[in-house]
């Protein structure tokens, strides 16, 4: 049964640094893109970054561009957001998903597997 974890989340200070885990098992999350989207309270899950399979290639919400890193380890079947320059409004659940494409997209429809989602608090 395939599974996502999470893992990394908490409190942090704007301008401050996280690095998201994200722990795949039970499928061949090797194959197909992974991304992460995050949902803030009251609003709608919102697309944050894609990796496709080998890693070569990304995407990125325009919010986080220039902030954000996504990246693989496919030999440790995880998946990593390094988040930089952290701001208030980056505060949400942050979860991962894996695609049913081999590239990356921001297209919900996309994703067929969801973790649990791990919380990210951005203070000012």
């Known amino acids: 049964q395939a599974q996502l974890v999470e893992s990394g989340g908490r409190l942090v200070q704007a301008g401050g640094s996280l690095r998201l885990s994200c722990a795949a098992s039970?499928?061949?999350?090797?194959?197909?893109?992974m991304g992460w989207f995050r949902q803030a309270p009251g609003k709608e899950r919102e697309f944050v970054a894609s990796?496709?399979?080998?890693?070569?290639?990304?995407s990125y919400a325009d919010s986080v561009k220039g902030r954000f890193t996504i990246s693989r380890d496919n030999a440790k079947n995880t998946v990593y957001l390094q988040m930089n320059s952290l701001k208030p409004e980056d505060t949400a659940i942050y979860y991962c998903?894996?695609?049913?494409?081999?590239?990356?997209?921001?297209?919900?429809?996309?994703?067929?597997?969801w973790g649990q989602g791990t919380q990210v608090t951005v203070s000012s």
């Open positions: 998903a894996g695609s049913t494409r081999s590239y990356p997209t921001y297209d919900r429809s996309r994703y067929a597997y």
């Open positions: 039970g499928g061949t999350f090797s194959s197909y893109a």
């Open positions: 990796i496709g399979w080998s890693g070569g290639g990304t």
